[in-house]
């Protein structure tokens, strides 16, 4: 099923000087972005698909694409990387049962 997620602002990325979009969205389908744009734009490409309004800005998740900080156990490793802002880590550094 289609969603478009949109926000107060949408972002291509964070260390770029690319503007943001005012009002912006994301088209969704499975596990793929198929579209972004104005929320307008969105909703004129995808007449009638499902809209889901988030506070704040969307925008690219952060990999983290190192070892794992240290910390006393596998859960509070993960948890230092979230505090750092990252979504997701390689699965090079992220394969060891306790991890998983």
């Known amino acids: 099923m289609l969603t478009i997620h ?7 990325g964070w260390d770029d000087d690319t503007e943001p ?11 793929r972005a198929v579209w972004s744009g104005t929320l307008t734009e969105v909703q004129e490409r995808f ?3 499902r809209v889901r309004r988030w506070p704040g800005v969307i925008g690219p998740a952060l990999l983290h694409l ?16 979230l505090k750092r802002g990252a ?14």
């Open 6 to 12: 949109a926000a107060d602002e949408l972002r291509y």
């Open 21 to 31: 979009v005012k009002d912006g969205a994301v088209a969704v389908e499975g596990d």
């Open 47 to 49: 007449p009638g698909a």
């Open 66 to 81: 190192g070892p794992l900080p240290d910390a006393p156990t596998p859960r509070e490793r993960v948890h230092e990387v």
């Open 87 to 100: 979504t997701a880590v390689l699965e090079e550094y992220a394969d060891t049962p306790e991890l998983q």
